[in-house]
Nanobody
């Protein structure tokens, strides 16, 4: 079992930045593909970004490319999501998610572990 705990959410003005963190425990973090999803009120949970346990490839949703940066520190069992140039449409609950699959197979249906979510609000 893996426990994922997010932090770093909050309220920011449009154009501002936030960095989310997700700390993992209970499993060999370095063997998991990890990433982020988000869910706005009344909408489906959607993929944001992910990185596998090997290699340097990071996948991003088109809507966040060039603005969000995912990184992971296996020594700290932590994954980060740096969010720049935030827009009102980025407002959502952001969920950290881990899967025991390779990056190419990482999607909402293959997630094994979810965090509890952290709220990001963006004022216009």
């Amino acid at each position: 079992q893996v426990q994922l705990v997010e932090s770093g959410g909050g309220l920011v003005q449009a154009g501002g930045s936030l960095t989310l963190s997700c700390a993992a425990s209970g499993h060999t973090f370095s063997s998991l593909t990890v990433g982020w999803f988000r869910q706005a009120p009344g909408k489906e949970r959607k993929f944001v970004a992910a990185k596998g346990w090997i290699g340097t490839t990071i996948y991003y949703a088109d809507s966040v490319k060039g603005r969000f940066t995912l990184s992971r520190d296996n020594t700290k069992n932590t994954v980060y999501l740096r969010m720049d140039s935030l827009k009102p449409e980025d407002a959502a609950v952001y969920y950290c998610a881990a899967a025991r699959v390779q990056l190419n197979d990482y999607n909402i249906n293959t997630i094994d572990f979810w965090g509890q979510g952290t709220q990001v609000s963006v004022s216009s």
